[in-house]
């Protein structure tokens, strides 16, 4: 991994961290949850990690569930979790940390259209703790669309 965010310039995310990517993908493989990854544009160069999350898991109405992560040499990430349900609506939510004028670097782009934003406070901003921030997270959705079908 890279130089740890506190080092971060302040108004660029630096180029993707490939060695980051590869250490969520190895651990986003075993879990239960995901069907599938894979990095764009491909596994020499990934920029971008996307993750298709398994349908078997979700309630009929949706269709399709993925989570898109980038995360950068300076620290700086985002994580992107997108629901595609059968009436045509999409329930999305993301996770940054970047420069950019709305928000404190570190900040939660809301759901359902993820277009309301908080700033975040995480305990640790280490790839693996992020990352089980979000996957508890989705965990937690995941229960809310069931006990919304009756289940």
Request: charged fraction near 30%; aromatic fraction near 10%; glycine fraction near 2%.
């Amino acid at each position: 991994m890279s130089r740890p965010p506190s080092d971060s310039a302040p108004d660029s995310t630096g180029p993707p961290d490939r060695q980051t990517l590869r250490l969520l993908e190895r651990h986003l493989t075993s879990d239960s949850l995901v069907a599938e990854t894979a990095f764009d544009p491909d596994s020499y160069e990934p920029r971008l990690l996307k993750t298709f999350l398994d349908m078997e898991r979700y309630p009929e109405s949706v269709s399709t569930a993925r989570l898109d992560i980038r995360w950068f040499t300076t620290g700086d990430f985002t994580f992107h979790y997108v629901e595609d349900h059968d009436d045509s609506s999409r329930w999305e939510c993301r996770w940054d940390r970047h420069p950019n004028t709305h928000n404190a670097r570190l900040h939660f782009h809301q759901p359902p259209t993820a277009n309301d934003i908080t700033d975040l406070e995480l305990p640790s901003l280490h790839p693996l703790e992020v990352y089980s921030t979000v996957l508890t997270a989705i965990e937690q959705r995941l229960e809310a669309l069931w006990s919304r079908e009756g289940m």
